[in-house]
């Protein structure tokens, strides 16, 4: 049994920003998840009871929250007399919302993690802190802390297994230039029964850009696709990977120099590739029943289910934090 598993509860105190944030949002769910309400979020992060995820909001009868309502359960009074007085075992902060962190101490408190869920590091001295880090190879003495998914999106996208497959590959998402915008515009020239559409970028004037879909459309065409195919967007580390891990669909995902702790394996889970040559290369065997099969989904599925979770992200930060900072 686990240092986890052998813990009822534990005072964890989440210095948040207000907007959406992928990874620390993500982190909040898995620990909620495992301790309760004795996860306080501060200040209450509004967006996050509101079924809002970083780029997206969620619309129509299928809008839910992966949080549910505190109902005062969650007690964000007197903060900062609990802070000095060691009742929170760790306090994370968003990278975002360290000014909120500064207003409350005047110095360091014990138990501190920083999180940096940045689509670019953010550069942090050193201190009297852990820092957590998304983008990293972990060579730079942080913890490399990726994203995951939530149980409620899993149950959400296995929900539509039984989807008939026709497409062959499928890709719905930003790709107005660049990179991503060369792989699908390849993609498209070479298999007219794929799934590939783009958008702009969501903003503040146009949240619902032309084309992009709710979450119940998106993950219901995806099942649809044969194979489903991961970009890296602005950072290597995507929602949209751990979503199509969750397919019943041969993931096909770009290469990326970050650390994953318990990663999936190249050939086993899913299929790998740097360029588009190798790219088409990959597609076309899956395609032509050469390379990749139900195995490999199930497999796939199983490695998210088991290490992937927002629930095993937050037990595997709890397990290194507990060799620094110690029982």
């Known amino acids: 049994m686990n240092m986890i598993q052998c813990i009822d509860t534990m005072n964890i105190l989440f210095f948040t920003h207000p ?29 996050i009871y ?12 299928h809008r839910f929250s992966l949080f549910t309502q505190d109902n005062g359960e969650i007690d964000r009074e007197d903060i900062r007399r609990k802070i000095h007085t ?20 005047l110095q360091w408190p014990s138990g501190l ?13 050193p201190g009297p802190y852990v820092v957590c880090c998304r983008e990293t190879d972990g060579s730079d003495f942080s913890i490399p802390l990726p994203m995951a998914l939530p149980e409620e999106l899993f149950r959400w996208i296995s929900s539509f297994d039984e989807a008939q497959k026709i497409y062959s590959v499928g890709f719905l998402g930003v790709a107005s230039h660049g990179e991503r ?20 970028i969501p903003s503040p004037d146009n949240p619902t850009p032309t084309g992009r879909l709710g979450r119940d459309d998106y993950y219901s065409k995806m099942q649809q696709c044969r194979v489903v195919l991961s970009l890296r967007g602005l950072g290597y580390d995507t929602l949209r990977f751990w979503e199509n891990a969750a397919c019943k669909a041969v993931h096909v995902a770009q290469s990326m120099p970050l650390y994953i702790p318990g990663d999936f394996v190249h050939g086993e889970h899913l299929f790998r590739f740097s360029s588009i040559s190798q790219l088409v290369r990959i597609i076309d065997n899956i395609l032509e029943g050469r390379m990749g099969s139900d195995g490999t989904v ?27 900072f110690g029982t």
């Open 19 to 47: 907007f959406p944030n992928y990874v620390p949002d993500l982190l909040l769910h898995g620990l909620r998840k495992i301790f309760g309400p004795s996860v306080v979020d501060y200040p209450r992060k509004d967006c």
């Open 50 to 61: 509101e079924g809002i995820l970083e780029g997206a909001v969620q619309h129509g009868p």
């Open 86 to 105: 060691g009742h929170f075992r760790y306090i994370f902060c968003d990278i975002r919302a360290i000014d909120s962190l500064k207003r409350q101490v």
């Open 113 to 125: 993690v920083l999180i940096d869920g940045e689509d670019i590091p953010v550069r942090i001295p």
């Open 181 to 200: 915008k060369a792989f699908v515009e390849a993609l498209a020239g070479r298999y007219p029964d794929a799934l590939l559409s783009t958008t702009v």
């Open 298 to 324: 199930q497999r796939a599925r199983h490695h998210l289910l088991s290490h992937h979770l927002t629930t095993k992200r937050a037990e595997y930060l709890l397990q290194k934090l507990n060799t620094i």
